[in-house]
Protein backbone atom coordinates (compact mmCIF):
# COMPACT_ATOMS: atom_id res chain seq x y z
CA UNK A 1 0.00 0.00 0.00
CA UNK A 2 1.57 3.29 -0.75
CA UNK A 3 -0.07 6.87 -0.27
CA UNK A 4 2.15 9.77 -2.41
CA UNK A 5 1.01 13.38 -1.73
CA UNK A 6 2.30 15.94 -3.93
CA UNK A 7 1.38 19.53 -4.51
CA UNK A 8 2.61 21.47 -1.01
CA UNK A 9 4.51 24.58 -1.37
CA UNK A 10 4.80 28.20 -0.56
CA UNK A 11 2.15 30.71 -1.23
CA UNK A 12 1.12 33.99 -0.28
CA UNK A 13 -2.04 34.56 2.50
CA UNK A 14 -5.30 34.14 -0.30
CA UNK A 15 -3.54 32.23 -2.93
CA UNK A 16 -4.50 28.38 -3.50
CA UNK A 17 -2.84 25.02 -3.86
CA UNK A 18 -4.31 21.65 -5.10
CA UNK A 19 -2.71 18.62 -3.40
CA UNK A 20 -2.53 15.44 -4.60
CA UNK A 21 -2.95 12.07 -3.20
CA UNK A 22 -1.86 9.11 -4.90
CA UNK A 23 -2.84 5.73 -4.07
CA UNK A 24 -1.91 2.24 -4.80
CA UNK A 25 -1.73 -1.44 -3.58
CA UNK A 26 -5.26 -1.34 -2.84
CA UNK A 27 -8.96 -1.13 -4.05
CA UNK A 28 -9.48 2.73 -3.89
CA UNK A 29 -12.59 2.79 -5.26
CA UNK A 30 -14.03 0.67 -2.36
CA UNK A 31 -12.41 3.23 0.67
CA UNK A 32 -13.23 6.99 1.62
CA UNK A 33 -10.75 9.15 2.12
CA UNK A 34 -9.24 12.21 4.22
CA UNK A 35 -6.67 14.67 4.38
CA UNK A 36 -5.57 15.85 6.97
CA UNK A 37 -3.00 17.87 8.73
CA UNK A 38 -0.41 18.66 11.48
CA UNK A 39 1.48 21.45 12.85
CA UNK A 40 4.82 20.87 15.29
CA UNK A 41 3.56 20.62 18.56
CA UNK A 42 -0.32 20.09 18.03
CA UNK A 43 -1.69 16.67 17.18
CA UNK A 44 -3.04 15.54 13.56
CA UNK A 45 -6.58 17.15 12.60
CA UNK A 46 -8.76 16.17 9.80
CA UNK A 47 -9.36 18.68 7.51
CA UNK A 48 -11.70 16.93 5.09
CA UNK A 49 -13.30 13.52 3.99
CA UNK A 50 -14.63 12.39 1.32
CA UNK A 51 -16.94 8.69 0.68
CA UNK A 52 -16.03 6.42 -1.77
CA UNK A 53 -17.81 7.26 -4.98
CA UNK A 54 -17.30 10.83 -3.79
CA UNK A 55 -21.07 11.65 -3.05
CA UNK A 56 -20.79 12.92 0.04
CA UNK A 57 -17.80 15.26 1.68
CA UNK A 58 -17.19 16.67 5.17
CA UNK A 59 -15.02 19.57 6.13
CA UNK A 60 -13.73 20.90 9.38
CA UNK A 61 -15.26 23.80 10.30
CA UNK A 62 -11.87 25.65 9.89
CA UNK A 63 -11.93 25.21 6.17
CA UNK A 64 -15.25 25.14 5.55
CA UNK A 65 -16.16 27.54 2.10
CA UNK A 66 -12.31 27.74 1.37
CA UNK A 67 -11.19 24.01 0.86
CA UNK A 68 -12.72 20.88 -1.66
CA UNK A 69 -11.76 17.69 -1.11
CA UNK A 70 -12.68 15.61 -4.28
CA UNK A 71 -11.02 12.16 -6.64
CA UNK A 72 -10.87 10.12 -9.38
CA UNK A 73 -11.69 6.46 -8.86
CA UNK A 74 -9.96 5.97 -12.49
CA UNK A 75 -6.85 7.88 -11.68
CA UNK A 76 -6.14 6.32 -8.04
CA UNK A 77 -6.15 9.60 -6.51
CA UNK A 78 -7.67 11.95 -4.10
CA UNK A 79 -7.43 15.90 -4.70
CA UNK A 80 -7.79 18.95 -1.78
CA UNK A 81 -8.45 22.15 -3.39
CA UNK A 82 -7.27 24.77 -1.09
CA UNK A 83 -8.20 28.53 -1.81
CA UNK A 84 -7.81 31.67 0.23
CA UNK A 85 -5.48 30.01 2.27
CA UNK A 86 -5.22 31.69 5.58
CA UNK A 87 -1.11 31.38 7.46
CA UNK A 88 -2.80 29.42 9.86
CA UNK A 89 -4.05 26.94 7.43
CA UNK A 90 0.43 25.88 6.70
CA UNK A 91 0.89 22.90 7.96
CA UNK A 92 1.78 19.50 7.04
CA UNK A 93 -1.19 17.45 4.67
CA UNK A 94 -1.38 13.92 5.37
CA UNK A 95 -3.60 11.68 3.24
CA UNK A 96 -5.62 8.93 4.94
CA UNK A 97 -7.78 5.66 3.81
CA UNK A 98 -10.44 6.32 6.55
CA UNK A 99 -10.84 3.39 8.68
CA UNK A 100 -7.06 1.83 8.29
CA UNK A 101 -3.68 2.61 9.24
CA UNK A 102 -2.65 3.78 5.57
CA UNK A 103 -0.68 7.10 5.12
CA UNK A 104 1.28 9.02 3.15
CA UNK A 105 4.60 10.53 4.06
CA UNK A 106 2.56 14.10 3.99
CA UNK A 107 3.17 17.06 2.17
CA UNK A 108 4.49 20.66 3.54
CA UNK A 109 2.39 24.02 2.91
CA UNK A 110 3.68 27.25 4.25
CA UNK A 111 1.63 30.63 3.93
CA UNK A 112 3.39 33.56 4.59
CA UNK A 113 4.17 36.94 2.22
Known amino acids: VQLVESGGGLVQPGGSLRLSCAAS????????MAWYRQTPGKERELVARITSGGGTTNYANSVKGRFTISRDNAKNTVYLQMDTLKPEDAAVYYC???????WGKGTLVTVSS
Open 96 to 102: NTVGTNY
Open 25 to 32: GFTFSRYN
